[in-house]
């Protein structure tokens, strides 16, 4: 069905202040986007740190109405929700109903991460070369950051594949730090691991890894938590896939999880940044190496 949509432009600033007055009237809905994106200026979001929700500096933000909705209505009650905004710049246009996640899943395919790790979308078969022993991840990217796509992901996945390789994962326990989708522990627990825990700031990520850990059968083996709500234990596994600011200022969170002899890999680091996080582990790991994927960075070491 057709939605009358809203569009405004607005500062980071700004943001939660307009969100509060649209979603007050009624909106069904309320998108973020990078108001430099058709600029060529744009600036990367990518997985926050734990605690951060980072936005662009300048933002488009649309809402969605119901398309019987009366312009003029609509902006009297949001002047009179909060008179300190600028309303005077808002566009409004009818648009019609298109699944835009569903059609993005379309043209997402099937990838390959080491020698038996497949992300798999879930409206997509299993690739016809994936053997017996494949860990088939079953994946609806949509719901939150983490489909496999980007190399900070990728750089984790073929990790935890050479580990299952080495037979460092079967029957382990296994940490994500920062899950998104919780595709790193659903991997882990294709390849072997026997328990994953989930950790995210985000509670839309936490239950976007509970939707995909049903979705892969393994719900039973995965728990996630809020980080104040995380157990204080430690693994044999442990993988934080989130930025180089956030690994910083968790090294030591993050070192005391890793049981004696366990394994760790840090990644959301770009090129230039990974000296600096080499050192700051240094005091609790041994043999740490980075590895590069384009302009990304994964570090992995041993615990004491």
């Not at 594949?161 to 595709?183: M, P, T, Y």
Request: with cysteine; aromatic share 8%.
């Amino acid at each position: 069905m057709p939605y009358l949509e809203l569009s405004l432009r607005c500062t980071e600033v700004e943001q939660p202040r307009y969100e509060t007055a649209l979603e007050d009237i009624g909106a069904l809905s309320v998108t973020l986007l990078d108001a430099d994106a058709d600029t060529g200026n744009e600036r990367a979001i990518l997985e926050p740190g734990v605690g951060e929700t980072p936005l662009w500096k300048a933002l488009v933000l649309t809402a969605l109405f119901d398309a019987d909705a009366d312009a003029l209505t609509l902006l009297a009650a949001l002047e009179a929700f909060d008179p300190g905004l600028d309303w005077t710049q808002v566009g409004f246009r009818k648009v019609e109903d298109e699944d835009w996640e569903r059609a993005w899943l379309d043209q997402f395919q099937p990838m390959r991460f080491g020698a038996r790790t497949f992300i798999v979308p879930w409206n997509h078969d299993v690739p016809s070369d994936a053997g017996d022993d494949a860990a088939i991840v079953r994946l609806d990217p949509g719901l939150a950051f983490g489909s496999g796509t980007h190399p900070t992901t990728a750089l984790c996945l073929r990790w935890l594949d050479a580990l299952a390789a080495d037979g460092l994962l079967e029957g382990r326990h296994v940490l994500d730090f920062g899950c998104g989708s919780g595709i790193l522990a659903l991997a882990a627990l294709k390849l072997g691991a026997a328990k994953a825990v989930g950790v995210d700031n985000d509670p839309q990520a936490l239950l976007a890894s509970a939707d995909n850990a049903q979705r892969n059968a393994v719900d039973a083996d995965f728990s996630v938590y809020l980080p104040d709500d995380e157990p204080v234990t430690t693994y044999p596994v442990v993988v934080a896939n989130i930025l180089a600011s956030a690994l910083d200022a968790l090294a030591e969170r993050l070192a005391a999880r890793v049981a004696p002899g366990g394994r760790i890999a840090l990644s959301g680091i770009l090129k230039g940044q990974e000296d600096e996080l080499l050192a700051r582990y240094a005091p609790w790991f041994d043999a740490l190496s980075a590895t590069r994927d384009g302009d990304w960075m994964r570090i992995d070491g041993i615990r004491r």
